[in-house]
């Protein structure tokens, strides 16, 4: 392609919302055969809402979400934001919740957080945060985990003073079209993945929901990238699209890091093409354009 056809791309694509970053993005799109998406906030919604409570205790539903409230207050993770908004729903004045103070607060990255709040021990998180603090897990508990997960929702334990008090649900629905998107890429020779730091069960529910069949799940954001770099290896050129921070490490190992313009600007900056209306389509988008550009129809 010559230049001109390149800036000419590039202006396209930013008329379309679709922001190339560069002719070197442009040029590698074209040759991309294996897309792995990032899934909370970038096949789904991204605006988790607790659909579910399950208590195993015989304590009041609402001084149960009070005491994780308190907990996930100090989280800034979108499951944290679902659970405080939720237990706003036991409170007097949700514009002003009061929640208890909490201390020692830590949280666990891709895991959950803890805390304590009324001199009692708060954790919060997946059920492997639960096993490596050597809290037992009731097989009650893991019924409703499974269900739960069956359903493509987030399942989060919750432990009160080292017993597992409650399960929550958390459900994340996929955007619209989603599904569509995939099958279209398919049509054009390009595989798909689904890769998450949340759970094998849920993950391997959206894939379904989504028609993708290959999962990676329970993923760290240094893993997300190793696995970009695993699919290179195997002689794959790889898209990323992802939202989060930590997809960053992996929208850079990338051929072709996408990013979700909703999404949060570590992941925008590290980026070879911006999504800006944040549709899913825009990824066939910039193929297609950069397909035409380098007139490689295939
Ligand atoms: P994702 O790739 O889906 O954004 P993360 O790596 O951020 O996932 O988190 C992985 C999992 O860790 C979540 O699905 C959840 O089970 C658990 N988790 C992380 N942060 C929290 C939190 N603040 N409260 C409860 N659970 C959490
Ligand atoms: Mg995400």
């Known amino acids: 392609a010559t230049p001109t056809a390149v800036m000419v791309g590039t202006g396209v694509g930013a008329s379309q919302g679709v922001l190339i ?13 294996c897309i792995v998406f990032d899934k909370t906030g970038t096949l789904t919604v991204g605006k988790p809402m607790v659909v579910n409570t399950r208590l195993l205790t015989n304590m009041l539903l609402q001084d149960f979400y009070i005491l994780i409230a308190a907990t996930e207050v100090n989280s800034e993770h979108p499951l944290a934001k679902a659970i405080v908004e939720y237990a706003k ?3 007097e004045d949700k514009e002003n919740p009061a929640w208890p103070e909490a201390r020692d607060f830590i949280s666990i990255t891709g895991h959950g957080v803890k805390a304590v ?16 603090q050597n809290i037992a897990i009731p097989s ?28 929550l649900a958390i459900s994340d629905p996929l955007k619209p079209g989603a ?11 390009i595989r798909s993945i689904v890769m998450t730091g949340d759970n094998w069960g849920t993950a391997n529910s959206i894939a379904k929901e989504v028609g993708i069949e290959t999962v ?24 990323m699209v ?22 949060t600007d570590i992941a925008i900056e590290a980026a070879d093409i911006v999504l800006m ?3 899913l389509e825009d990824v066939i988008t910039a193929i297609d354009l950069s397909r035409k550009t380098f007139s490689r129809i295939r």
């Open 21 to 33: 970053k560069g002719g070197q993005a442009l040029e590698n799109a074209h040759k991309v055969n």
């Open 89 to 91: 729903n036991f409170v």
């Open 117 to 132: 709040v009324q001199n009692r021990e708060i954790i919060v998180g997946n059920k492997s945060l639960i096993l490596d």
């Open 140 to 167: 009650d508990a893991e019924d409703i985990l499974a269900k739960a997960e069956a359903l493509a929702h987030t399942g989060i334990l919750v432990s009160i003073d080292r017993e597992v008090a409650g399960v």
């Open 179 to 189: 599904r569509e998107v995939i099958t279209i890429l398919r049509s054009m020779n």
């Open 216 to 239: 990676i799940a329970e993923a760290k954001p240094e893993d997300k990238a190793e696995k970009v770099r695993d699919f290179q290896g195997s002689g794959y050129t790889v898209a």
């Open 242 to 263: 992802g939202d989060g921070i930590n997809d960053s490490p992996a929208l850079v190992a990338a051929d072709v890091g996408m990013a979700i313009g909703a999404g």
């Open 277 to 279: 209306k944040n549709n």
